[in-house]
């Protein structure tokens, strides 16, 4: 089994992330959440802070989320939709 997913980190009009990661720590409104691969499903509000992303290769990286957002795990893949006036 492999232990990498899919990541895209949007807001609607453009694409600030997209690609495969070995996990993601998310700023949820009930704390930080970590997302690994083969996750079960779910839906979260993101709010104000960082998403950390560790890619395949093992790099690490931050986004600041300014705004608020969403959150949706499925099949092997996390979208993140961002509050296109704040990021």
């Given at each position: ?54 890619d395949v290769s093992g790099k690490n990286s931050a986004f600041k989320v300014s705004g608020a957002g969403f ?17």
């Amino acid at each position: 089994m492999e232990n990498k997913f899919h990541l895209d980190i949007l807001t609607p009009s453009k694409v600030i992330y997209d690609g495969d990661v070995l996990s993601v720590i998310v700023p949820a409104y009930k704390g930080e959440m970590g997302i690994l691969a083969h996750h079960e499903p779910f839906l979260a509000c993101i709010k104000e802070g960082d998403i950390k992303v560790r890619d395949v290769s093992g790099k690490n990286s931050a986004f600041k989320v300014s705004g608020a957002g969403f959150l949706k795990v499925r099949e092997n893949k996390a979208v993140i939709l961002l509050d296109p006036e704040k990021n």
